[in-house]
């Protein structure tokens, strides 16, 4: 079944959708929502117990909150990729749909690493720890095949030129980072315009890009934020102070925090 807006308009009680801020549609048999394309200004929306097996359409919803969507028919993680440019969703319940799995562990950090500004995540509270877990154990959500296009050069293969710029690289690690925080891409006049190489850049120098990356990223977060960073270092210089014989250095770290 197709949602339609005499149906929002009949269910929310407004006479156009722009006015819509909370919509319930519990138990509707949906699954057509294309008409959140032309809703952004909702900021709790209940979905639960429909037949919805895609999410693009909430992409745009820049307002939305919270978001119900129990028992569906979403088929993978990956479509969580929507949501990411959702900077104020904070509330989301996704239990009960195919993508979820058997395994609670690896879904929820799967969750949260894609979605690490959730407060709440199927009705349990979300804890600055398990935000830093998930950004070390779980897994990268992919965008769906089909979502973003490969912009071709003219002969129909990827530019080399561009596929060999360091400031292609400091662009996608950067833009890669503030997608798994929900964060929207920086455009490309952000960055400084190296001369290009002629060939392809070493592994050292693209672990230089990365840090640069990281400390792009680092004047855009909030005091929240940050802590969900420092939280996630510790952890991550864990694995290699644990293998080198000084747990002491974390701990010491970690108690003037």
């Known amino acids: 079944m197709k949602l339609t807006r005499k149906l929002v308009l009949a269910k929310a009680k407004a006479s156009d959708l722009e006015s819509v801020k909370k919509l319930n549609c519990w138990g509707c048999n949906l699954t057509d929502i294309s008409i959140f394309t032309q809703m ?3 900021e709790v929306l209940t979905l639960s117990v429909n037949s919805i097996s895609t999410l ?7 307002s939305l909150t919270e978001l119900y969507l129990r028992r569906n028919q979403i088929p993978s993680l990956s479509e969580l990729s929507h949501l990411r440019p959702l900077p104020r969703l904070r509330v989301l319940w996704l239990a009960e749909n195919p993508c979820c ?15 690490p500004r959730l407060q709440k995540l199927d ?10 877990l998930a950004l070390v154990e779980g897994e990268e959500v992919r965008t769906p095949p089909g979502s973003i296009p490969i ?21 996608e690690e950067t833009n890669k980072i503030r997608e798994k925080l929900g964060m929207k891409p920086l455009s490309r006049d952000k960055f400084s ?22 400390l792009l990223l680092l004047r855009d977060l909030d005091e929240e934020e940050l802590r969900i960073v420092h939280t996630a270092t510790l952890n991550r210089l864990q694995t290699y102070t644990l293998g080198s014989g ?3 250095l974390l701990t010491a770290h970690t108690e003037t925090h």
């Open 151 to 171: 912009q071709l050069s003219n002969n129909g293969h990827p530019d080399a030129e561009t596929e060999n710029d360091p400031l292609n690289y400091n662009m």
């Open 56 to 62: 693009s359409p909430l992409a745009g919803l820049l």
């Open 123 to 132: 009705n349990q509270v979300v804890t600055e720890d398990e935000v830093a």
């Open 193 to 214: 315009s190296p001369c290009s190489p002629s060939t392809r850049e070493k592994p050292t120098m693209r672990r230089t890009h990365t840090v640069d990356a990281v």
């Open 101 to 115: 799995g058997t395994d609670s562990r690896r879904y929820r950090l799967t969750v949260l690493r894609c979605l």
């Open 246 to 248: 000084e747990p002491q």
């Open 40 to 42: 952004p200004n909702i």
